[in-house]
Nanobody
Framework: QVQLVESGGGLVQAGGSLRLSCAASGSIFSINTMGWYRQAPGKQRELVATVTSGVTTNDADSVKGRFAISRDIAKNTVYLQMNSLKPEDTAVYYC??????????????WGQGTQVTVSS
């Protein structure tokens, strides 16, 4: 009912930058929350940053001051600008969205994940 398509991952040297994008499509009336989580090998999936109602952001302490989340409400798209990347940022990054559908039910879903690798 809602599909997420991620792009922008890749390999970058420490100190470099990447920008992730995630576009949502489907039977969407509005999106309540969109954001990013990540999962490194052998670790649990963790919050990176989310934005709710296009205004309120929630960033993990480990990325404050380095990553910035933004959202284009008209395009149902969320972006994650990642600067000053560190090797410990290496992980699969997953887009998340919670949407209000046209049938007035809420629907939460995940993207397929995009790999971010930071070399030292």
């Amino acid at each position: 009912q809602v599909q997420l398509v991620e792009s922008g991952g890749g390999l970058v040297q420490a100190g470099g930058s990447l920008r992730l994008s995630c576009a949502a499509s489907g039977s969407i009336f509005s999106i309540n929350t969109m954001g990013w989580y990540r999962q490194a090998p052998g670790k649990q999936r963790e919050l990176v940053a989310t934005v709710t109602s296009g205004v309120t952001t929630n960033d993990a302490d480990s990325v404050k001051g380095r990553f910035a989340i933004s959202r284009d409400i008209a395009k149902n798209t969320v972006y994650l600008q990642m600067n000053s990347l560190k090797p410990e940022d290496t992980a699969v990054y997953y887009c998340y969205a919670r949407a209000l559908l046209y049938n007035r039910s809420y629907y939460s879903t995940w993207g397929q994940g995009t790999q971010v690798t930071v070399s030292s």
